[in-house]
Nanobody, 127 residues
């Protein structure tokens, strides 16, 4: 069974930074694009960032966090990370890691292309 486990979410003050991690198991990680989405209370899922398979040559960042985040992958550790800087109260949400084997060489921002999801990690940004 494919497992995605996120970590790193916590309460942080506005302007602060967080690094989210997602460890994937029972899965051909290197051949899958990976992405991060978030869901704020009362809102739908929003695309945050994605990285292509293999070397992660292609990345895509959602408009709301552009310039403030970096996505990276470590294939040796089956891990994808999201470095978030200059956090704002509107970044408060549950952040989900997702895998898209079908995207392969693309950094897909399309939620319906993601087949496997983690349980999420909660990020709260106080003003």
């Amino acid at each position: 069974q494919v497992q995605l486990v996120e970590s790193g979410g916590e309460l942080v003050q506005a302007g602060g930074s967080l690094r989210l991690s997602c460890v994937v198991s029972n899965f051909n990680f290197i051949r899958s694009a990976m992405g991060w989405f978030r869901r704020a209370p009362g809102k739908q899922h929003e695309f945050v960032a994605a990285i292509s398979s293999m070397s992660g040559e292609s990345t895509d960042i959602g408009e709301s966090m552009k310039g403030r985040i970096t996505i990276s992958r470590d294939n040796a550790k089956n891990t994808v990370a999201l470095q978030m800087n200059n956090l704002k109260p509107e970044d408060t949400a549950v952040y989900y890691c997702a895998a898209s084997p079908r995207s392969w060489g693309r950094a897909s921002s399309l939620i319906y292309e993601y087949d496997y999801w983690g349980q999420g990690t909660s990020v709260t940004v106080s003003s």
